[in-house]
């Protein structure tokens, strides 16, 4: 009989420390059958994403720790095999959050349909087209609320989120810089992306290189990082900037930094407003309206780093946190 392969979550890694592939483990687990209103699903698609290294922690948080001995929660891109559901019927594409597994049941909720062809794979709705490229519009546009001609700073630059921020702030017709580690990615973001310049975090201070790429300093900023970069930002923002405050990943593993520039805050009258994605459901449709036509008509590029099988998770999950990807980190099962 077939079986399902799933990894689960056995051991917590420490609270302020990193996580190692220990934490985790692969199971085998009988195929599931789906009953009355279900479906079975083959996930083809894993995303992984920084916030599983919150949710591996115990402690509180906007959403609840990751149970252990439990499924990994998890964005997934897959295909309907058996319907018992009026809804969906065998061959069907969902997107959904069906956790690290190769088949998983669902009752439909939280499923979109989609509409995958080799213009627009299956995988691009785990980025651009998905809960990556939602974020990136809406803590832009509904946050940062640029003007054509400000400056526009985002952090993780070469990454699934401030890829699409960038590209987006372009489009509206700003100066974009944006902050990445490496030569390499710098070079994308400025080369492929059409950055107007980036700075390489990675090569020594990052200082000199702001002051030089923003010379009326920064309008919008756009922080995915936290840590030392976000404290030397806040040290070059204008009167009456914006930050839409998206993630923190430099601390995710390790102790916060505390911030010896907070009071650019104050000085500059700057509004900074963090947000959650998955809570700001009204604006999702306009959003992936917007983006849809920015990938159809080839004006938002975006790029994947793809792992194959499901064992090579917990790696690739680690790899991202250490900045191994080069846009949006996913796992291939089929
Ligand atoms: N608020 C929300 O609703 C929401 C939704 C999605 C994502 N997020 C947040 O958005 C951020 C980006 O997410 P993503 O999915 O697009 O990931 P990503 O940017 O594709 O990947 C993470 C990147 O973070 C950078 N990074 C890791 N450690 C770093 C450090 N110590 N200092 C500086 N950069 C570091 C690495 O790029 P470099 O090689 O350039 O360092 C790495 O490639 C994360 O903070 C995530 O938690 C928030």
Redesign the pocket.
């Given at each position: 009989m077939e079986k399902n392969r799933q990894i689960i979550l056995v051991s917590r890694p420490p609270q302020q420390g990193w996580l190692s592939e220990e934490n985790f483990r692969l199971v085998e687990a009988p195929l599931p059958q789906p009953r009355e209103g279900e479906i079975l699903v083959r996930n083809h698609w894993l995303s992984l994403?920084?916030?599983m290294r919150g949710r591996m922690n115990e402690a509180r948080s906007y959403a609840l720790p990751q149970p252990l001995g439990e499924v990994m929660l998890g964005g997934t891109a897959g295909e309907v095999i058996v319907s018992k559901h009026p809804g969906f019927k065998p061959g069907d594409q969902v997107v959904g959050r069906l956790g690290w597994q190769e088949y998983a049941l669902s009752e439909g909720a939280g499923l979109r349909k989609v509409n995958a062809d080799s213009a627009t794979p299956l995988s691009a709705y785990l980025s651009v087209l998905g809960?990556?490229g939602v974020?990136a519009w809406i803590g832009l546009f509904d946050i940062c609320q640029p003007q054509a001609g400000q400056t526009v700073v985002v952090?993780?630059?070469?990454?699934?989120?401030?890829s699409v921020v960038g590209q987006l702030a372009k489009l509206r017709g700003c100066r974009v810089v944006g902050v990445?580690?490496?030569v390499d990615?710098c070079r994308y973001v400025v080369e492929e992306l059409g950055f107007d310049a980036c700075l390489d975090?990675k090569v020594g201070a990052l200082w000199p290189a702001l002051k030089a790429a923003t010379p009326e300093r920064i309008d919008c900023l756009f922080e995915?990082?936290g840590?030392e970069?976000f404290d030397t930002l806040l040290g070059r923002m204008n009167a009456h900037a914006r930050i839409a405050l998206?993630?923190?990943?430099?601390q995710y593993n390790s102790a916060p930094y505390p911030l010896r520039n907070l009071s650019s805050l104050l000085v500059n009258r700057i509004r900074l407003q963090?947000?959650?994605?998955?809570e700001l459901t009204e604006r999702w449709p306009v959003a992936l309206a917007d983006l849809g036509e920015h990938v159809a008509a080839g004006r938002l590029k975006y790029r994947e780093s793809v792992v194959e099988g499901l064992a090579q998770a917990p790696a690739a999950l680690i790899g991202?946190?250490?900045?191994?990807?080069f846009?949006?980190?996913l796992v291939r099962l089929v």
């Open positions: 994403d920084p916030y809960m990556p974020t952090t993780a630059a070469a990454g699934a989120v401030g990445a580690g490496g990615k975090y995915n990082v840590g970069i998206c993630g923190m990943i430099a963090g947000f959650i994605v998955t991202l946190l250490r900045g191994e990807n846009g949006k980190q």
